[in-house]
């Protein structure tokens, strides 16, 4: 059997179990800036981030939309797009992969994936402006206590129809 043609790699996954996998990577990179994995998994994560840090870069809507449906996460894709892309000094090579320790499990060596360039964290939460926040807080009024009262629920009527006898 020959392996030509056969490119990338299938970390022993499905294509849709990959593209989930990867997905969560990108994810995760966008959320704490450096991630510790396997170094295949960060090898084969280095290309598809990169795109999506370029396409970022443009900042138009188009691509902004194209990052939103490769990440499916539309908080992460304002992350990377608002706060990251813009922190990036270079044109391509936005990733770091660096050789960590051999997982004492199976022996498999782990890589820690990071920015080349620091990345100042701000507050990912979107400031919202609200019109209630101008408007001075009215005089409270003194709460008024109501006696609760039981009521007896009402029967009611039976109402004859056709089939009734």
Do not use: C, W
């Not at 691509?63 to 892309?85: D, N, W, Y």
């Not at 990733?95 to 022996?107: Q, Y």
Request: without cysteine; positive net charge; charged residues 30%.
């Amino acid at each position: 059997m020959h392996r030509h043609g056969y490119q990338g790699r299938k970390l022993g996954r499905e294509k849709d179990q990959r593209t989930a996998l990867i997905r969560s990577l990108s994810i995760a990179l966008i959320e704490h800036g450096s991630i510790e994995t396997t170094l295949p998994k960060a090898k084969e994560l280095r290309p598809n981030f990169e795109k999506l840090v370029s396409k970022a870069r443009k900042g138009d809507l188009h691509s902004r939309r194209q990052i939103v449906s490769t990440l499916g996460s539309v908080p992460m894709a304002h992350k990377l797009v608002e706060q990251i892309a813009p922190a990036m000094q270079r044109t391509s090579g936005y990733l770091r992969i660096e050789r960590t320790v051999l997982r004492r499990g199976d022996n498999t060596q782990m890589a820690r994936i990071s920015f080349v360039d620091d990345i100042k964290a701000t507050p990912s939460e979107p400031v919202v402006k609200t019109v209630a926040a101008k408007v001075a807080p009215a005089a409270k009024k003194p709460a008024v206590v109501k006696a609760k009262t039981t009521k007896k629920p009402v029967a009611k009527p039976k109402v004859a129809t056709k089939g009734d006898k």
